[in-house]
């Protein structure tokens, strides 16, 4: 039985030269990536091999293949493998060739010399596995389809393929949208919670009416005697801070109440007539506060005008155009008026 091509199949894996002693030497190379013209394929890179007769120096490779395999002595695998080399030559002599599993075919020429056709799917070789051929049409051959179809054809493979990109747009866009209404939402929630807790902490709970807090009073005296003079003082200075913000926002409050009142009594005073419009499209409020910073600044008569759902501030009231571009003229050095223009006001 000859087991010289399993052991040689074995050690080309890691080997590029494989010496058969006294038969000669098998020889690994690389080939390239390549194109097959007769079918217009590309190959992918391989490991062929080539045969070399003249390679018959023992270099112990083959034999340590054998110790190791069969638990022998490197003087019973020599003797091995000189057995099995004779047998080889005399099937090749006798039947013309010998194929090597997985790696070639030897024959015997006419001269008596050995010929070697390697496996032309290559020797294995991990670096290179799973690779395989394919097939690129050339720009004559798309051409000569394309030119074969009828319009019919045509038209119908364009009407699929349209139809495959809408659907694929479709469902990126509805991903998408769903994505970002995810996100949107998760926002709106951390935004509401955050301003939740800054309200919680900035803005002290209703306090009740003087009444009550006058039947509820506690005294606080035996728990200033008792508790330490830095903490009594702490919360005396934070409840002042407290009662401070609470009368400015007091204050501030009733400001505003007489400004809306103060813009009220302006707006019901004007008659019809030309203004010169110094906002336009604000909200109330934010007229009302613009307005009574202008009056704060020496401009009596600035007003806000409400005609639906459309505030404007404005400035005086004249009975011709005329008159309310003199007016707007002479005004329009200040910063207050840059912009501004003239309207007509019922």
Same mark, same amino acid.
């Given at each position: 039985?000859?087991?010289?091509?399993?052991?040689?199949?074995?050690?080309?894996?890691?080997?590029?030269?494989?010496?058969?002693?006294?038969?000669?030497?098998?020889?690994?190379?690389?080939?390239?990536?390549?194109?097959?013209?007769?079918?217009?394929?590309?190959?992918?890179?391989?490991?062929?091999?080539?045969?070399?007769?003249?390679?018959?120096?023992?270099?112990?490779?083959?034999?340590?293949?054998?110790?190791?395999?069969?638990?022998?002595?490197?003087?019973?695998?020599?003797?091995?493998?000189?057995?099995?080399?004779?047998?080889?030559?005399? #099937?090749?002599?006798?039947?013309?060739?010998?194929?090597?599993?997985?790696?070639?075919?030897?024959?015997?020429?006419?001269?008596?010399?050995?010929?070697?056709?390697?496996?032309?799917?290559?020797?294995?070789?991990?670096?290179?596995?799973?690779?395989?051929?394919?097939?690129?049409?050339?720009?004559?051959?798309?051409?000569?389809?394309?030119?074969?179809?009828?319009?019919?054809?045509?038209?119908?493979?364009?009407?699929?393929?349209?139809?495959?990109?809408?659907?694929?747009?479709?469902?990126?866009?509805?991903?998408?949208?769903?994505?970002?209404?995810?996100?949107?939402?998760?926002?709106?929630?951390?935004?509401?919670?955050?301003?939740?807790?800054?309200?919680?902490?900035?803005?002290?709970?209703?306090?009740?009416?003087?009444?009550?807090?006058?039947?509820?009073?506690?005294?606080?005296?035996?728990?200033? #005697?008792?508790?330490?003079?830095?903490?009594?003082?702490?919360?005396?200075?934070?409840?002042?801070?407290?009662?401070?913000?609470?009368?400015?926002?007091?204050?501030?409050?009733?400001?505003?109440?007489?400004?809306?009142?103060?813009?009220?009594?302006?707006?019901?005073?004007?008659?019809?007539?030309?203004?010169?419009?110094?906002?336009?499209?604000?909200?109330?409020?934010?007229?009302?506060?613009?307005?009574?910073?202008?009056?704060?600044?020496? @401009?009596?008569?600035?007003?806000? @005008?409400?005609?639906?759902?459309?505030?404007?501030?404005? @400035?005086?009231?004249?009975?011709?155009?005329?008159?309310?571009?003199?007016?707007?003229?002479?005004?329009?050095?200040?910063?207050?008026?840059?912009?501004?223009?003239?309207?007509?006001?019922?």
């Amino acid at each position: 039985m000859i087991a010289l091509d399993r052991h040689i199949e074995i050690l080309l894996l890691s080997n590029d030269c494989v010496i058969v002693p006294g038969f000669g030497g098998f020889v690994a190379h690389h080939i390239d990536a390549r194109k097959d013209e007769s079918d217009g394929s590309f190959l992918p890179p391989i490991r062929s091999i080539g045969f070399n007769q003249k390679l018959t120096i023992n270099d112990s490779l083959l034999a340590q293949s054998y110790v190791e395999a069969y638990d022998i002595s490197y003087p019973e695998a020599t003797t091995r493998i000189e057995g099995e080399v004779s047998e080889l030559q005399q #099937r090749i002599e006798n039947e013309g060739s010998y194929t090597f599993n997985g790696i070639g075919t030897i024959t015997v020429n006419d001269e008596g010399y050995y010929e070697f056709a390697p496996c032309e799917a290559g020797i294995l070789s991990p670096t290179l596995y799973g690779l395989d051929s394919f097939k690129m049409p050339t720009l004559q051959e798309l051409r000569t389809a394309l030119l074969a179809q009828t319009p019919e054809q045509i038209v119908t493979g364009t009407t699929q393929k349209e139809e495959a990109n809408e659907t694929s747009v479709a469902m990126t866009a509805d991903n998408d949208h769903t994505s970002n209404h995810r996100l949107v939402a998760l926002w709106r929630n951390l935004a509401a919670a955050s301003v939740a807790v800054i309200a919680f902490l900035l803005f002290p709970s209703p306090l009740v009416n003087n009444q009550q807090m006058s039947e509820s009073r506690i005294d606080t005296h035996l728990l200033d #005697r008792i508790m330490p003079k830095d903490i009594t003082t702490g919360q005396a200075e934070a409840l002042a801070a407290v009662r401070e913000k609470s009368a400015r926002q007091e204050t501030a409050t009733v400001q505003k109440a007489k400004a809306d009142k103060q813009d009220d009594t302006h707006t019901a005073d004007r008659k019809s007539g030309y203004a010169i419009v110094l906002a336009s499209r604000v909200t109330k409020a934010n007229a009302n506060t613009y307005a009574v910073q202008l009056r704060q600044r020496g @401009y009596d008569k600035v007003y806000v @005008y409400t005609n639906g759902r459309s505030n404007k501030v404005l @400035y005086g009231c004249y009975d011709n155009e005329s008159d309310a571009r003199s007016a707007l003229n002479r005004l329009n050095d200040k910063i207050e008026f840059e912009g501004a223009w003239i309207t007509f006001v019922k």
